[in-house]
């Protein structure tokens, strides 16, 4: 029941209707016993402005920002972590007496998948980060943020990867490696590299039989698909056929959304609940 002690939480974009973060995160709320509301608000950047605007004056905790709203949101806000700087986008707002604090929970929420779920070691690990856009700059910010022992980053726009590059060197003063696609040296950091992570569109419904890697030469210990739509990618299947271990973007998912509950609320997120509805609610639209 939302009375006057409710804290509201908002989700900022559009188009929403498929969104599972809503049943995610109420269901977590419920189970940490807060009187906390999440509900999806449609706004493009348009109209943003003056959504933030009445978030300040309500009893807002604060509010998730997905497509397009992203980067627009940038110039609205008070204080930007520096992850989020970094990555030049912002998915989590907080509001500390009227003032509004951003952070990117993306990059945080596929670490933490990978930590916590894979078991993997952060700094003893070689990644290949395909597609250096949103999702990209988020995971490869922050896996260089936490020490990763080399980052190999490609991308269809050489400027795109670049500029990743340097953003990372600039925030962080470490060197990402840069290889163009389908080349020899591409094909020899895949070799080299122990998780493999797409972070493109490419494999995503309705395109089903795409594949954002024609072939991959050698097994990788694990190949990471952050599409869950379908939940098993081309990239996945072929990976799987070499003995790789494989993982779509579900994880991301549910640990960037309990990265977002604790910057709100203060408190370790219940995982096991949102993991759950996570889980039961990609069975239902699989």
């Given at each position: 029941?939302?009375?006057?002690?409710t804290?509201?939480?908002?989700?900022?974009?559009?188009?929403?209707?498929?969104?599972?973060?809503?049943?995610?995160?109420?269901?977590?709320?419920?189970?940490?016993?807060?009187?906390?509301?999440?509900?999806?608000?449609?706004?493009?950047?348009?109209?943003?402005?003056?959504?933030?605007?009445?978030?300040?004056?309500?009893?807002f905790?604060?509010c998730?920002?997905?497509?397009?709203?992203?980067?627009?949101?940038?110039?609205?806000?008070?204080?930007?972590?520096t992850?989020?700087?970094?990555?030049?986008?912002?998915?989590?707002?907080?509001?500390?007496?009227?003032?509004?604090?951003?952070?990117?929970?993306?990059?945080?929420?596929?670490?933490?998948?990978?930590?916590?779920?894979?078991?993997?070691?952060?700094?003893?690990?070689?990644?290949?980060?395909?597609?250096?856009?949103?999702?990209?700059r988020?995971?490869?910010?922050?896996?260089?943020?936490?020490?990763?022992?080399?980052?190999?980053?490609?991308?269809?726009?050489?400027?795109?990867?670049?500029?990743?590059?340097?953003?990372?060197?600039?925030?962080?003063?470490?060197?990402?490696?840069r290889?163009?696609?389908?080349?020899?040296?591409?094909?020899?950091?895949?070799?080299?590299?122990?998780?493999?992570?797409?972070?493109?569109?490419?494999?995503?419904?309705?395109?089903?039989?795409?594949?954002?890697?024609?072939?991959?030469?050698?097994?990788?210990?694990?190949?990471?698909d952050?599409?869950?739509?379908?939940?098993?990618?081309?990239?996945?299947?072929?990976?799987?056929?070499?003995?790789?271990?494989?993982?779509?973007?579900?994880?991301?998912?549910?640990?960037?959304?309990?990265?977002?509950?604790?910057?709100?609320t203060?408190?370790a997120?219940p995982?096991?609940?949102?993991?759950?509805?996570?889980?039961?609610?990609?069975?239902?639209?699989?």
């Amino acid at each position: 029941m939302i009375d006057v002690e409710t804290k509201l939480v908002g989700l900022l974009g559009y188009p929403l209707r498929q969104s599972f973060s809503p049943a995610m995160q109420n269901r977590a709320f419920k189970a940490a016993g807060l009187n906390y509301y999440y509900f999806p608000i449609e706004v493009t950047p348009h109209g943003l402005r003056d959504v933030l605007q009445g978030i300040r004056r309500m009893n807002f905790a604060g509010c998730n920002v997905t497509k397009p709203n992203k980067i627009e949101v940038l110039q609205y806000l008070d204080a930007i972590d520096t992850a989020a700087l970094a990555i030049g986008a912002v998915n989590t707002v907080k509001v500390v007496d009227g003032q509004l604090i951003g952070y990117n929970t993306d990059g945080l929420g596929f670490a933490a998948y990978l930590e916590q779920d894979e078991q993997i070691h952060i700094p003893g690990t070689r990644f290949f980060v395909l597609g250096c856009g949103g999702a990209g700059r988020a995971i490869a910010t922050v896996l260089a943020a936490k020490g990763a022992w080399a980052i190999t980053l490609t991308d269809m726009s050489e400027a795109a990867a670049a500029n990743l590059a340097d953003s990372i060197d600039e925030h962080f003063s470490y060197k990402a490696s840069r290889v163009r696609l389908g080349t020899p040296h591409m094909q020899d950091a895949l070799a080299e590299a122990d998780v493999i992570i797409n972070a493109t569109a490419v494999g995503m419904s309705p395109h089903i039989d795409d594949s954002p890697l024609p072939l991959l030469l050698d097994s990788t210990p694990l190949v990471c698909d952050i599409i869950y739509n379908p939940t098993t990618t081309r990239l996945m299947r072929e990976a799987a056929s070499l003995g790789c271990r494989t993982a779509n973007g579900l994880g991301m998912v549910i640990y960037q959304g309990a990265a977002a509950f604790t910057i709100w609320t203060g408190l370790a997120a219940p995982v096991a609940e949102m993991k759950d509805t996570i889980l039961e609610l990609s069975a239902r639209f699989s």
